[in-house]
């Protein structure tokens, strides 16, 4: 009897397949968290199990930073009730590494906020523009660095500023070794990842990614260290420093090694036939 009504009541109401398989949605992200948990924290398992969603992925976040270098804790900020809208948390959490790259970009040239280390606005003035498109301009720079330094500064300063380059033969063995690393972040050849990257690149879990990072962070600090440090020095005695590094670079490019464009006209390419 039992048996006649499931069937009747199924033949004219058939259950839904999203009803059944809505219990499971979303469980992948779950799986796919725990794996990340057996790869780099292996002995927080059993803690986390004990959670939520959303509180787990935050205590991962808070374990994973003391041992390998810090993550983005904000990818799991949203605290939901919903069993499905917290899943969304362990989405983006194995989405990528979340990271905060320090690395230069376009969004941060231009000083359109007082943030900007003195530093920085300093190396850009000093240098021509790393981004070539016509998004970005160089004249904010150089106006706000003739409003803080003093514009009389801008004549050892070509137009367009120095090539990378250039700027690293004239720094190299200097005393200012940290406008050097600045001009090398600024362009994004530190070597060292933190550094080079910024948050517009993305990056997957790996467990070689993971400990190249590891690896590159201490390094990362040490030089944030130095870079943070010139700085400080700079601003201490702002227009004076200010006037001594951008004379030395002034200095230091009149003996600079023409390049056979330069000699043979100005940056014209040279044709050499054969």
């Known amino acids: 009897m039992i048996s006649l009504v499931l069937k009747h009541r199924l033949f004219f109401a058939p259950v839904l397949l999203t009803s059944v398989v ?15 948990v ?15 969603p959303t509180d787990a992925a935050g205590e ?25 809208k917290q899943l969304y948390n362990l989405e983006r959490l194995n989405r990528a590494i979340p990271l905060t790259w320090e690395g230069m970009d376009e969004g941060s040239y231009e000083p359109t906020y007082n943030q900007m280390p003195f530093a920085q606005l300093l190396t850009e003035a000093l240098c021509v523009c790393p981004f070539h498109n016509t998004h970005v301009s160089r004249l ?11 514009e009389e500064l801008l004549k050892f300063i070509p137009k367009d500023g120095h090539a990378f380059e ?6 190299e063995g200097s005393p200012h070794p940290g406008l050097l690393l600045w001009c090398r972040w600024l362009f994004q050849k530190t070597g060292n990842v933190w550094l080079d990257r910024n948050d517009h690149q993305f990056t997957d879990w790996s467990r070689e ?9 201490p ?36 003996k600079r090694p023409k390049t056979l464009a330069e000699v043979f006209g100005e940056g014209e390419r040279v044709r050499i036939n054969v």
Do not use: C
Request: aromatic share 14%; net charge neutral.
């Open 22 to 36: 809505k219990p499971f949605a979303g469980m992948q992200h779950v799986a796919r968290f725990y794996g990340l």
């Open 38 to 52: 057996d790869e780099y924290l292996p002995e927080e398992k059993a803690r986390l199990l004990k959670l939520a």
């Open 60 to 84: 991962f976040i808070k374990a994973f930073s003391k041992r390998y270098f810090p993550l983005n804790e904000h990818v799991v900020l949203d605290s939901y009730s919903d069993f499905g």
């Open 140 to 150: 904010p720079v150089v106006d706000e660095f003739g409003k803080k330094a003093g």
């Open 166 to 171: 250039h700027m690293e033969w004239a720094l």
């Open 209 to 217: 990614t993971v400990d190249d990072l590891a690896k590159a962070w």
């Open 219 to 254: 390094l990362y600090l040490e030089l944030d260290k130095q870079m943070k440090d010139f700085d400080k020095w700079l601003t201490g005695q702002l227009q004076a420093h200010t006037a001594q590094i951008v004379r030395y670079v002034a200095k230091r490019m009149e």
